[in-house]
């Protein structure tokens, strides 16, 4: 009986020993996986950050060769477009055109005059990767390696290739060069290294096929290390992290002893030590779960994060291939999310991202995947399509249940969206250029006002090139006097007295004539030139005004155009103030045109900026009336002088009983309201006859003159 219990004693003794020490290695390798859970969400943000700053940088590359094709390889523009380009873009070093293989130009070239003349398929560290991107007839990632010119960079070449006599003819390289440097300044890798962090960064060399390592911290890799590739195009690399591991909490041979002493003293309790390894494995699977889902899901909302989604897309376009059935790419970026951080904090910016992963994911079908890219951004990748509708439905539904009222610490907030989507295989199969489509799109609604879906279509592409060159194009004009101002009458109904001119902008092109206003001032606005030329528009205007006082000419007030974005500048009184003083122009001289939409969006900036100018005795007009959302009533409010009716409502005024309707109320309302009223657009004579019963006080149109220089507004009798 005594030797049996002693036994038992031994048996349990041994058994919890072991058991203890069993836990502690389980402890051991729970608390490694915990450090390497948190060296992977570093790595995965880090290798995001290179993709993401690369794939940015190298889209360059295709407006460059989209731009060769259009001029058919005569780049004779190609400064000023790479310098649009690289501005738009950012991180690119310069441009580089290297027709038939021979570099011969670069934007900027100070600095790299040495690479001029560079033969890329002669040279035998670049050949095979130049002769990969043109077999492959795609975008190729080359180096990163010491450049002739001197420091070390990435080049990215896209292969361009021209049809010549129905067949496609290669025709040399468009590439961007990256410096590692300003790649790597996107990362927190030079701080993570002061912290005792190491890293490497490789890539698969094309000769030898073998992994090189081209960028490495000074201190070697430890020996817990984690490594995650990074999308290039036509190239592999990878980024490997490794930290030292900080001091346990429990060393292993403590945890032996302690344990031993434990069996001694706990055997009677061996039930229930025997249960604890169960415990430990449980959490050592937990903890293996999360490894796996920071590598492929957002920690923030849960969702996919961008590397499972792209994995998964270029699985789902296969499927799709062998299938023949249709898909589409939305990427979604919420308008405006950085006020929301500015004003309520990052916390509540977090609590507005989750809630919006949620509004996405309750909208969406359990089979499409949904993303977050990283910041606002998101993409979903939405299967079983039939048709566009199907997607416009969808998308229409999302915006609509994300602009539900969020409430966001007590503050109810309404947050709009911005959707941009391409069809697959539709628009594109290749993964790169669907991403690029659906980029493009999405850049489109943001343009467009935001709060809207867009689909991608080919001509957006031409578009965005044909506006890039417009822009440049208009820079030049601005600096090289091709703008020019007209003047229209404005004719007083009761003695048919020109009382008025309203100055309309004119662009001399040197080789398409006269340009409309119609198609640049919207350019202008979305970049900003706007401003420069407002300026410009107001300068001439008081001129003229000038001169006609100076020389005793006949004198009347001038109306000119003003657009949302001189406002929202902030400067405009205060800028169009100094003009009048150094003009000596009397500010009632001046009255401002402005579109309702443009007053309503911006109201307390408008409304500040209008008083200041009111002050000094400009007047204002509201211009194209009733094409915008205002209500008469809203104008009370308003400090205006005018209403000027829009030209489409006197366009129908013979045929359309509705539109006479519109128009008598129009007048009879801003009468009330003590404002004057001309209506815009009067090309007949029954058209005036119309106004003029209906009580307008002045009209504009071809009816009297079109829009001529100054100097021929008073050469002809007004035929009326
Ligand atoms: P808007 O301010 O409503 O100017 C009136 C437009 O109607 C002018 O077009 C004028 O030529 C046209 N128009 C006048 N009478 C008639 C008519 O009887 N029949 C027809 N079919 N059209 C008539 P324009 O000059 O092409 O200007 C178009 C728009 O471009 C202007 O509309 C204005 O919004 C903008 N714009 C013109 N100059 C400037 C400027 O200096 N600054 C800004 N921000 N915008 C300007
Ligand atoms: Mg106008
Ligand atoms: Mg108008």
Avoid at 696 to 708: I, R
């Amino acid at each position: 009986m005594g030797s049996l219990r002693s036994l038992v004693c031994f048996l349990v003794f041994i058994g919890v020993a072991a058991s203890g020490c069993y836990g502690v290695l389980l402890f051991d390798s729970a608390w490694k996986k915990e450090q390497k859970l948190h060296l992977n969400q570093i790595t995965n943000a880090q290798a995001s950050a290179i993709e993401r700053r690369l794939g940015r940088s190298l889209s360059a590359t295709y407006l460059l060769s989209l731009q060769i094709r259009f001029a058919n390889g005569n780049m004779e523009n190609f400064n000023s477009f790479a310098d649009e380009t690289i501005k738009a873009l950012g991180g690119i070093s310069n441009l580089q055109l290297a027709p038939n293989g021979v570099i011969e130009r670069i934007y900027p070239l100070a600095g790299n005059e040495k690479a001029i003349g560079h033969n890329l398929l002669k040279d035998d560290k670049r050949r095979e990767e130049a002769e990969l991107a043109i077999r492959e007839r795609r975008l190729t990632v080359a180096g990163p390696f010491e450049l002739v010119q001197g420091g070390v960079a990435v080049i990215g070449r896209n292969p361009v290739f021209i049809s010549e006599e129905g067949k496609d003819k290669f025709w040399g390289f468009a590439s961007a060069l990256i410096f590692l440097e300003d790649l790597l300044a996107v990362t927190d890798l030079e701080q993570l290294e002061k912290d005792g962090y190491g890293f490497t960064l490789e890539r698969v060399h094309p000769d030898t096929g073998s992994w090189e390592i081209f960028s490495q911290s000074e201190k070697a890799l430890d020996n817990l290390h984690v490594s995650f590739p990074i999308i290039v195009p036509n190239s592999s690399w990878r980024l490997t992290l490794s930290r030292p591991l900080p001091d346990r909490p429990l060393l292993i041979e403590e945890g032996f002893v302690l344990s031993i002493l434990l069996a001694a003293m706990l055997a009677s309790l061996l039930a229930y030590i025997m249960r604890e390894p169960d415990r430990l494995r449980a959490v050592v699977a937990d903890k293996t779960e999360q490894l796996n889902e920071l590598a492929f899901y957002d920690v923030l909302t849960g969702l996919v994060n961008r590397r499972l989604f792209m994995e998964q897309l270029e699985y789902e376009v296969k499927v799709l291939q062998r299938t023949g059935k249709k898909a589409a790419l939305m990427y979604l970026d919420l308008d405006d999310f950085k006020r929301v951080n500015d004003s309520l904090g990052h916390a509540a910016g977090d609590r507005l991202l989750v809630e919006v992963a949620q509004r996405l994911q309750a909208t969406m079908r359990e089979s499409d995947i949904i993303c977050r890219l990283g910041g606002d951004e998101y993409a979903i990748l939405m299967m079983n399509v039939t048709s566009g509708e199907d997607c416009q439905h969808m998308a229409d539904k999302l915006i609509s249940n994300v602009r539900n009222e969020i409430v966001i610490e007590g503050v109810p907030l309404r947050v709009s969206l911005s959707i941009g989507i391409t069809l697959i295989p539709d628009d594109s199969s290749s993964l790169q250029q669907m991403l690029s489509n659906a980029d493009i799109a999405l850049y489109e609604s943001k343009k467009l006002g935001k709060n809207r879906a867009t689909f991608f279509n080919h001509d957006l592409q031409k578009m965005l090139v044909q506006r890039l060159q417009i822009e440049q194009e208009l820079k030049f004009a601005l600096e090289h006097d091709e703008l020019e101002l007209y003047f229209q009458p404005i004719v007083r109904l009761d003695n048919r007295q020109i009382v008025m001119l309203e100055a309309l902008i004119r662009w001399n092109h040197p080789e398409k004539g006269l340009v409309s206003p119609m198609e640049f001032i919207c350019v202008a606005e979305q970049c900003g030139l706007i401003i420069p030329i407002g300026d410009w528009v107001l300068e001439e205007a008081c001129r003229h005004i000038r001169q006609a006082v100076d020389q005793g000419e006949p004198l009347v007030p001038i109306a000119v155009n003003i657009s949302a974005h001189q406002f929202v500048s902030g400067d405009f009184a205060d800028k169009a103030k100094s003009l009048l003083e150094s003009y000596q122009v009397d500010p009632a001289m001046i009255e401002f045109e402005i579109t309702e939409t443009v007053l309503m969006e911006n109201l307390d900036l408008a409304l500040e900026q209008m008083n200041e100018l009111r002050q000094i005795g400009c007047r204002f007009a509201i211009d194209d009336f009733g094409m915008g959302y205002s209500s008469l009533a809203q104008l009370k409010q308003l400090p205006v002088d005018t209403l000027k009716v829009d030209r489409t409502f006197v366009r129908d005024i013979e045929h359309d009983h509705h539109d006479r309707q519109i128009v008598e109320a129009i007048i009879a309302m801003a009468h009330r309201l003590g404002l004057h009223v001309i209506a815009e657009g009067v090309e007949n004579q029954s058209q005036l006859e119309f106004i003029d019963q209906a009580g307008g006080d002045m009209v504009q149109g071809f009816l009297f003159s079109k829009p001529v220089p100054y100097s021929e507004v008073y050469r002809h009798e007004l035929l009326v």
